[in-house]
């Protein structure tokens, strides 16, 4: 056979036999489950006690076991592995918010840190699977809070150190934490946050808390309550470098995270430690194709799971420096993430759409002064990745050179589910979509009836008919509310809430969140695709599409443009272009009845644009707007509220 590609040690040594392609092995991992992640999760991790079963899973029921009898420790594999064979290397690299600082911590130093903190917590009372909140952005002190829950078996709750006292307080209760840790103030293009107060407002609210932990960032004065309150640094001093791990159960609480709230009340997933930890470490090995020496560089915050599985855990449990990105892509200027690369020259850069969009509308010398030799892949998540963006990625960051992978996945999912695989071989990529689920992922597209689409060139509600072992195995607190979102929509299918294509070559394209999707006069629209359209016009940076109530059609598209910097072309005509463009790349129907231009848009703190709010000021239903304190600027709403009568 002249084809005949042998999986090689190189690829997935784990795996004992002879495939000839990527798809064998793909088909193997979705058949034979047991027999594909056994040999991974035993070679991949360190087991006090190793697993005597593989899987236990129930997909009607929304019960998931992995590794079942295992006994393991998470900061173990993420730090002390390490220590033993190489304590100086560099395990994280921390890219201050000052333009052109940086901290540099060896795994010799993080483990210190980490059994320090574990060691105060102890002292604090913290127990096995007690749950520690962290309101604080992204350092090396932070990261090794997060390893030292883990080190004792605590549940580390990571709330995004921008949301208000009001939403880290009901977050705090969810949890029922007793322990918050956080640091005086936080500070992000330069601009100072106050951590500390907003702490101190929500835990005023919270009496479950008795201990607040606060790291130095700027050092800038700040309220201490008597009793309460003490200096992380402090309280490390007095303690000892070791700590002996706590051994944990496969299946005990590693950690929970809130969703970004894009689409409504915030669920507070709960992450299992060695299903979790494979599959952040694995996916991340496989799609960006980690090497020995590689730094990767993943610019998300740790309050969100892509912090979680790409800054911390999967780079850390693969044994490679990370960096810490604590600043914004526009500051000091448009060049940020590019001088970064220069000088930390990182292997990978992985990013989300709503920064290459911004980064787009500007001259693209910000990009091409600096040299970013160093970099082999480019990574996109949290949004749809719009064809103008993916190519601008593509050709001016990457010089064509580099690979770009589109990659999907959810809080949900802990890691990577679609996306490019560009180190398997003879591995095709196409622009602007995951294309091809990862080992052990089995997508399927229902329609509205719950009827599995079979064959190519469908369209439906995205779902999962198997389980894998990254996935999340309950809301906190609420395991109904978990069952009722995710199983009970698709009896047997873990529902993702997203909708897809699989297209005539079998490639997935993801169309957008369900909820949006649009009915035209019974033509069903993705909210990505019009977006991908509209974007493609010179002038626009970024569009939203939502639908509104429709009295001849149903429903009818309305479109808010964001134009790009220094647009001088009259909106009258850009918008009889974006019609024509609509048009002929989509259809008659996909046009948008309604344009509004704004200055921006509303959008999460993680950077998501906010549908479900446009959709309200579309329907004029402006009473109803719900839920506002994830998003990242609310003034904007105003601005869009007052002239949403005034649109073309
Ligand atoms: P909430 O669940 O509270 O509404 P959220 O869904 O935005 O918040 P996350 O878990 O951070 O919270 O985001 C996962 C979602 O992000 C996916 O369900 C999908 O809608 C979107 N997404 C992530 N990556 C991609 C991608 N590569 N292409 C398209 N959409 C993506
Ligand atoms: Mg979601």
């Given at each position: 056979?002249?084809?005949?590609?042998?999986?090689?040690?190189?690829?997935?040594?784990?795996?004992?036999?002879?495939?000839?392609s990527?798809?064998?092995?793909?088909?193997?991992?979705?058949?034979?489950?047991?027999?594909?992640?056994?040999p991974?999760?035993?070679?991949?991790l360190?087991?006090?006690k190793?697993?005597?079963?593989?899987?236990d899973?129930?997909?009607?029921?929304?019960?998931?076991?992995?590794?079942?009898?295992?006994?393991?420790?998470?900061?173990?594999?993420?730090?002390?592995?390490?220590?033993?064979?190489?304590?100086?290397?560099?395990a994280?690299?921390?890219?201050?918010?000052?333009?052109?600082?940086?901290?540099?911590?060896?795994?010799?130093?993080?483990?210190?840190?980490?059994?320090?903190?574990?060691?105060?917590?102890?002292?604090?009372?913290?127990?096995?699977?007690?749950?520690?909140?962290?309101?604080?952005?992204?350092?090396p002190?932070?990261?090794?809070?997060?390893?030292?829950?883990a080190?004792?078996?605590?549940?580390?709750?990571?709330i995004?150190?921008?949301?208000?006292?009001?939403?880290?307080a009901?977050?705090?209760?969810?949890?029922?934490?007793?322990?918050v840790?956080?640091?005086?103030?936080?500070?992000?293009?330069?601009?100072?946050?106050?951590?500390?107060?907003?702490?101190?407002?929500?835990?005023?609210?919270?009496?479950?808390?008795?201990?607040?932990?606060?790291?130095?960032?700027?050092?800038?004065?700040?309220?201490?309550?008597?009793?309460?309150?003490?200096?992380?640094?402090?309280?490390?001093?007095?303690?000892?470098?070791?700590?002996?791990?706590?051994?944990?159960?496969?299946?005990?609480?590693?950690?929970?995270?809130?969703t970004?709230g894009?689409?409504?009340?915030?669920?507070?997933?709960?992450?299992?430690?060695?299903?979790?930890?494979?599959?952040?470490?694995?996916?991340?090995?496989?799609?960006?194709?980690?090497?020995?020496?590689d730094?990767?560089?993943?610019?998300?915050?740790?309050?969100?799971?892509?912090?979680?599985?790409?800054?911390?855990?999967?780079?850390?449990?693969?044994g490679?420096?990370?960096?810490?990105?604590?600043?914004?892509?526009?500051?000091?200027?448009?060049?940020?993430?590019?001088e970064?690369v220069?000088?930390?020259?990182?292997?990978?850069?992985?990013?989300?759409?709503?920064?290459?969009?911004?980064?787009?509308?500007?001259d693209?010398?910000y990009?091409?002064?600096?040299?970013?030799?160093?970099?082999?892949?480019?990574?996109?998540?949290?949004?749809p990745?719009?064809?103008?963006?993916?190519?601008?990625?593509?050709?001016?960051?990457?010089?064509?050179?580099?690979?770009?992978?589109?990659?999907?996945?959810?809080?949900?999912?802990?890691?990577?589910?679609?996306?490019?695989?560009?180190?398997?071989?003879?591995?095709?990529?196409?622009?602007?979509?995951?294309?091809?689920?990862l080992?052990?992922?089995?997508?399927?597209?229902?329609?509205?009836?719950?009827?599995?689409?079979?064959?190519?060139?469908?369209?439906?509600?995205?779902?999962?008919?198997?389980?894998?072992?990254?996935?999340?195995?309950?809301?906190?607190?609420?395991?109904?509310?978990?069952?009722?979102?995710?199983?009970?929509?698709?009896?047997?299918?873990?529902?993702?809430?997203?909708?897809?294509?699989?297209?005539?070559?079998?490639?997935?394209?993801?169309?957008?969140?369900?909820?949006?999707?649009?009915?035209?006069?019974?033509?069903?629209?993705?909210?990505?695709?019009?977006?991908?359209?509209?974007?493609?016009?010179?002038?626009?940076?970024?569009?939203?599409?939502?639908?509104?109530?429709?009295?001849?059609?149903?429903?009818g598209?309305?479109?808010?443009?964001?134009?790009?910097?220094?647009v001088?072309?009259?909106?009258?005509?850009?918008?009889?272009?974006?019609?024509?463009?609509?048009?002929?790349?989509?259809?008659?129907?996909?046009?948008?009845?309604?344009?509004?231009?704004?200055?921006?848009?509303?959008?999460?703190?993680?950077?998501?644009?906010?549908?479900?709010?446009?959709?309200?000021?579309?329907?004029?239903?402006?009473?109803?707007?719900?839920?506002?304190?994830?998003?990242a600027?609310?003034?904007?709403?105003?601005?869009?509220?007052?002239?949403?009568?005034?649109?073309?």
């Amino acid at each position: 056979m002249s084809d005949f590609i042998k999986i090689t040690s190189t690829d997935i040594p784990e795996i004992n036999g002879s495939f000839s392609s990527h798809e064998e092995l793909y088909k193997f991992s979705i058949e034979k489950p047991e027999e594909f992640w056994g040999p991974i999760a035993r070679a991949r991790l360190r087991w006090d006690k190793e697993f005597t079963k593989v899987m236990d899973c129930n997909m009607e029921k929304g019960v998931f076991d992995w590794f079942i009898g295992g006994k393991l420790n998470a900061s173990v594999q993420c730090v002390d592995r390490h220590c033993e064979v190489d304590p100086d290397r560099i395990a994280l690299i921390w890219e201050q918010d000052e333009p052109g600082k940086e901290q540099r911590i060896t795994f010799r130093q993080l483990k210190e840190m980490v059994c320090k903190i574990a060691n105060v917590l102890k002292s604090e009372g913290v127990r096995k699977s007690d749950r520690v909140v962290m309101y604080i952005s992204i350092s090396p002190l932070a990261v090794a809070s997060m390893l030292a829950c883990a080190r004792i078996g605590a549940v580390h709750s990571v709330i995004f150190a921008g949301f208000s006292a009001e939403a880290l307080a009901s977050r705090i209760m969810d949890a029922g934490a007793s322990v918050v840790i956080t640091s005086d103030q936080s500070i992000r293009g330069g601009r100072l946050i106050e951590l500390k107060k907003t702490v101190d407002a929500a835990v005023a609210k919270c009496p479950s808390v008795r201990r607040v932990l606060v790291a130095r960032r700027t050092g800038n004065p700040v309220p201490i309550i008597e009793g309460r309150d003490v200096w992380l640094e402090e309280a490390m001093e007095a303690q000892s470098v070791e700590c002996i791990p706590e051994s944990m159960d496969s299946e005990d609480s590693l950690f929970m995270l809130y969703t970004s709230g894009s689409t409504g009340k915030p669920k507070g997933l709960v992450h299992s430690t060695a299903g979790y930890l494979l599959y952040a470490s694995f996916t991340h090995k496989q799609v960006f194709d980690i090497r020995d020496g590689d730094i990767f560089a993943c610019v998300a915050d740790i309050g969100w799971i892509t912090g979680h599985s790409y800054v911390v855990y999967g780079p850390l449990v693969n044994g490679i420096t990370t960096v810490l990105f604590e600043s914004h892509p526009a500051y000091p200027d448009h060049g940020r993430y590019w001088e970064m690369v220069q000088r930390i020259r990182p292997t990978q850069f992985y990013g989300a759409p709503t920064a290459i969009r911004l980064l787009l509308g500007h001259d693209s010398s910000y990009v091409t002064k600096y040299d970013r030799s160093s970099l082999r892949t480019l990574g996109s998540v949290g949004e749809p990745i719009n064809h103008e963006a993916w190519q601008w990625y593509h050709e001016v960051v990457g010089k064509g050179k580099c690979d770009v992978v589109d990659t999907w996945w959810q809080t949900e999912t802990g890691g990577i589910c679609i996306s490019p695989r560009p180190s398997a071989p003879g591995a095709e990529i196409r622009s602007a979509m995951p294309m091809r689920p990862l080992f052990g992922i089995a997508p399927v597209i229902l329609d509205d009836k719950g009827n599995v689409l079979e064959g190519r060139d469908v369209s439906g509600a995205l779902c999962i008919r198997k389980s894998w072992p990254g996935i999340a195995r309950t809301v906190y607190g609420d395991h109904s509310r978990y069952y009722d979102t995710y199983f009970k929509p698709y009896p047997g299918y873990y529902f993702t809430g997203d909708g897809s294509i699989r297209d005539l070559d079998g490639y997935y394209h993801i169309t957008g969140r369900m909820d949006d999707v649009i009915n035209v006069s019974g033509h069903r629209l993705g909210t990505a695709e019009v977006e991908d359209a509209l974007d493609e016009h010179f002038s626009v940076a970024e569009s939203a599409v939502v639908g509104y109530p429709h009295d001849i059609k149903g429903e009818g598209v309305y479109a808010y443009i964001v134009l790009k910097e220094g647009v001088i072309q009259e909106h009258k005509q850009i918008i009889a272009e974006l019609r024509s463009i609509v048009r002929t790349k989509i259809a008659g129907h996909a046009v948008p009845e309604i344009m509004q231009i704004c200055p921006s848009l509303p959008k999460t703190r993680s950077g998501k644009i906010m549908r479900r709010i446009l959709r309200k000021i579309a329907a004029d239903q402006i009473e109803e707007l719900g839920d506002v304190t994830t998003l990242a600027d609310p003034s904007i709403i105003e601005y869009i509220i007052k002239n949403h009568r005034h649109c073309i």
